[in-house]
């Protein structure tokens, strides 16, 4: 099993950054790609970025290319999102995921709780 926590979220004004984090418990990190998700308020869930277990491969969605990036640090069991040039767009719930690296949710086998990013026009 493992547990992902997320943390970093917060209120931002738009052209501003912010950095997720998600740290990860439980089975050995190193040996799962990673992604990000999002949901914003009455909306599905979305695919933001994923990376693989050795860190040389990305994807991103095609909203965030440019403006977010993904990486990680094995050694901290730790998944990061690197958000910058933010826009209201951007507002939702931000949510780490274990297991692929994929687009489709339900590729994904662990999932965090989520951490709120609002960004103000």
């Known amino acids: 099993q493992v547990r992902l926590v997320e943390s970093g979220g917060g209120l931002v004004h738009a052209g501003g950054s912010l950095r997720l984090s998600c740290a990860a418990s439980?089975?050995?990190?190193?040996?799962?790609?990673m992604g990000w998700f999002r949901q914003a308020p009455g909306k599905e869930r979305k695919f933001v970025a994923a990376?693989?277990?050795?860190?040389?491969?990305?994807h991103y969605a095609d909203s965030v290319k440019g403006r977010f990036t993904i990486s990680r640090d094995d050694a901290k069991n730790a998944v990061y999102l690197q958000m910058n040039n933010l826009k209201p767009e951007d507002t939702a719930v931000y949510y780490c995921?274990?297991?692929?690296?994929?687009?489709?949710?339900?590729?994904?086998?662990?999932w965090g709780q989520g951490t709120q990013v609002t960004v103000s026009s």
């Open positions: 439980g089975r050995t990190f190193s040996r799962f790609d």
């Open positions: 990376i693989s277990r050795s860190g040389d491969t990305t």
């Open positions: 995921a274990g297991g692929a690296i994929a687009s489709a949710i339900g590729a994904y086998d662990y």
